[in-house]
C-alpha cells in the first residue's frame, strides 16, 4: 500500500487500497475483475467493441471502482492501451482513486471547448498502472451543452483511434440524462448493480432508458451470494445485443 501511495503522483490517498486489481492481485475481487477483462476482451475481438460506457441506476453502487479495476486489469497485458475516461462533471471521482488532481491540468472540459486542443494535450499517462486517464476537468455547469456538442464525439472518436479499450465513467442512469446523451458515441454499457442495495425497481427503469441493443451486461458489485434473481437480465440482454 505505501509504495502504491507514493508511486500515484506522490499522492497519499486513502482510496488505493480500492484498487485491488494492483493492491491485490490474488484476491477473489481481483479475480472477479480478470473474469470481467476476459468478457470485454472477447467482445473486442468478437465484435469490434473497445468504447465502453461503465454506468449504475443511481448513485453509490461502485461503478467508478468497477472502471478503475477492469481498466488496470486491462492494462495489465503490458502491449495494452488503455484509457479511462472521467465524464461525471458534476461528481468527478476518478482523479481521487488515482490520487491525481482533477482541478490541476486541463481534463475532459477543456478538451470539449477548446477547439485547437488535441487528447494527448490533456491525457495523463500513470506508469504505475501502464494506465492513461482523461480526468473531468472543472465546470459550473452546462453538462448538457457538453456531452451534446460535436466536440465531445469527435473526443472520443480519437480516443477510439488511439487507444485499445476506452473505458469511460459516467453519472447514473436514472436522475441525470448524461447516459442517453452519450449513447451515440460509444459501443455499449455495462450497468454496475450493487448487490442487496439497488431496489429492482430503479435497476428495470435503467434498462427501460438505456437502448436495449447498447445494454451489453449487468455487473455485480459486492454479491456475497450468487445474483442468480438478475441472471435474466444479463443473459437476455447480452444475447440480444450481440
Known amino acids: 500500500m505505501n509504495t502504491l501511495m507514493t508511486r500515484v503522483n506522490g499522492v497519499k490517498t486513502p482510496y ?3 484498487l485491488v486489481s494492483l493492491t491485490a492481485p490474488g484476491s477473489y475481487e481481483a479475480d472477479q475483475y480478470r473474469a470481467l477483462r476476459h468478457i470485454v476482451e472477447r467482445l473486442r475481438k468478437d465484435s469490434s467493441i473497445h468504447a465502453l460506457a461503465l454506468t449504475s441506476p443511481g448513485p453509490s453502487e461502485g461503478k467508478t ?3 478503475l479495476n477492469l481498466a488496470i486489469a486491462l492494462a495489465q497485458s503490458p502491449d495494452a492501451r488503455v484509457i479511462v475516461i472521467d465524464s461525471d462533471f458534476r461528481h468527478p471521482t476518478v482523479s481521487r482513486y488515482l490520487g491525481v488532481a482533477n482541478d490541476e491540468g486541463p481534463g475532459l472540459v477543456d478538451l470539449v471547448t477548446g477547439p485547437r486542443r488535441e487528447l494527448g494535450d490533456v491525457v495523463r499517462y500513470l506508469e504505475w498502472s501502464n494506465l492513461s486517464v482523461l480526468t473531468a476537468g472543472v ?3 452546462g453538462y448538457y451543452e457538453l456531452l451534446t456538442s460535436s466536440r465531445f464525439g469527435a473526443a472520443l472518436a480519437e480516443a477510439r483511434r488511439s487507444y485499445d479499450y476506452v473505458l469511460i465513467d459516467t453519472p447514473p442512469v436514472v436522475p441525470l440524462p448524461d447516459c442517453r446523451l452519450m449513447a451515440k458515441w460509444v459501443d455499449g454499457f455495462l450497468v454496475v448493480v450493487a448487490a442487496d442495495k439497488t431496489p429492482r425497481k430503479q435497476l428495470a427503469e435503467t434498462l427501460n432508458i ?16 450468487s445474483p442468480s434473481a438478475y441472471h435474466g437480465y444479463y443473459a437476455y440482454y447480452h444475447s440480444k445485443s450481440r
Not at 210 to 225: H, I, M, Q, S, Y
Open 16 to 18: 488505493a487500497e480500492n
Open 65 to 67: 471502482l468497477t472502471t
Open 139 to 141: 465546470t459550473d455547469g
Open 210 to 225: 438505456l437502448d436495449p441493443e447498447k445494454v451489453l451486461g449487468l455487473v455485480f458489485n459486492g454479491a456475497r451470494r
